[in-house]
């Protein structure tokens, strides 16, 4: 979802940092082989997740939600050389997919990879953190904010995506099957109301909310 215009979005792209090539052939294979390319964070936004990982110098880093691996390898472009990612995901299927980026980057060794629920890997996790990316199912952000608090560093930072959801979280009422949006709603109001962050939130694409641990 664009929140202005299409050729002012265009104008912004072309702009900022070019898509190294790697990411590149990501997003290609993507578009190409795997089901929902949608999902990708892409060009720009992949960009500006690099960008905070730089600011952040990260040592530790933790993605919810891995995709194809294309949102993993941009954060790890801003993380210290001793750092390591750990990025959670439920579709197997991926694996390997994710994995053979990975490796090609150069930075394999520095990415784990975790099979399952998040809910259940996180509290397992020996590892603080410095910099979080939630970019999972929708209805367990809050869930996912409340297991990982602890083990965020004080001065860590947490991206949440997609909390806009295409304009939907200024809905009042809901289809009954869309338990989606009013998971966000409750979402975005934990982020503002809890003492322990302070947050912004950028109209960027569909929405990423920067939350900062006091």
């Not at 912004?12 to 590149?24: G, N, T, Y």
């Not at 869309?178 to 109301?193: G, H, V």
């Not at 962050?197 to 900062?212: A, K, N, Q």
């Amino acid at each position: 979802m664009h929140f202005i215009p299409e050729n002012l979005d265009d104008y912004v792209v072309a702009h900022s940092e070019d898509e190294p090539e790697l990411l590149q052939q990501l997003n290609r294979e993507t578009n190409q082989k795997i089901l929902q390319p949608r999902m990708l964070s892409g060009h720009y936004q992949g960009r500006l997740l690099s960008m905070i990982s730089k600011l952040v110098n990260p040592k530790n880093i933790l993605e919810i939600g891995t995709y194809t691996g294309y949102s993993a390898l941009c954060l790890a472009e801003g993380m210290q050389a001793s750092g390591q990612l750990h990025t959670i995901d439920i579709n197997e299927e991926l694996f390997d997919f994710q994995r053979k980026y990975f490796d090609k980057s150069g930075l394999g060794k520095h990415i784990i990879q975790h099979l399952g629920n998040a809910l259940d890997i996180i509290p397992k996790l020996e590892n603080t953190f410095d910099l979080v990316f939630i970019d999972a199912d929708k209805e367990n952000y809050s869930n996912y904010f409340n297991v990982v608090i602890d083990k965020l560093n004080p001065g860590g930072i947490i991206l949440s995506d997609n909390v806009l959801w295409s304009g939907k979280v200024l809905e009042s009422t809901f289809k009954k099957e869309d338990t989606s949006t009013p998971a966000l709603i409750a979402y975005n109001a934990l982020l503002k109301e809890d003492n322990r962050v302070e947050t912004v939130m950028l109209p960027i694409r569909d929405g990423l909310t920067i939350s900062r641990k006091i």
